[in-house]
């Protein structure tokens, strides 16, 4: 069993950066492939990014590709999104989710979640 919680999300201008934190419980932390999701409103949950167990490789979706950053420290049990260069389409839920499936993209394919924390940019 993994919880997650996530924090760092908030109101920030175009241009601007956040950095969200998502603190997992349990020691078989470092097992689980990370990944973030965000939900617009109105829109389904969509796929941002991802890092494997060991944090050698991570993907990203194309709208984020160059600007945000996936990171995870095994040690702290914690798995990072940099985002850099915000724009306001960005604004959604964000949602971090553990998964030890070899797929990754699509969210059914993840065993745990997080409750979200929003992101809001203004332009």
């Known amino acids: 069993q993994v919880q997650l919680v996530e924090s760092g999300g908030g109101l920030v201008q175009a241009g601007g950066s956040l950095r969200l934190s998502c603190a997992a419980s349990?020691?078989?932390?470092?097992?689980?492939?990370m990944g973030w999701f965000r939900q617009a409103p109105g829109k389904e949950r969509e796929f941002v990014a991802v890092?494997?167990?060991?944090?050698?490789?991570?993907y990203y979706a194309e709208s984020v590709k160059g600007r945000f950053t996936i990171s995870r420290d095994n040690a702290k049990n914690t798995v990072y999104l940099q985002m850099n260069s915000l724009k306001p389409e960005d604004t959604a839920v964000y949602y971090c989710?553990?998964?030890?499936?070899?797929?990754?993209?699509?969210?059914?394919?993840?065993?745990?979640w997080g409750q979200g924390t929003q992101v809001t940019v203004s332009s």
């Open positions: 989710a553990a998964s030890r499936s070899s797929s990754w993209y699509h969210d059914y394919e993840y065993d745990y």
């Open positions: 890092i494997t167990w060991g944090g050698s490789s991570a």
């Open positions: 349990g020691r078989t932390f470092r097992t689980y492939t």
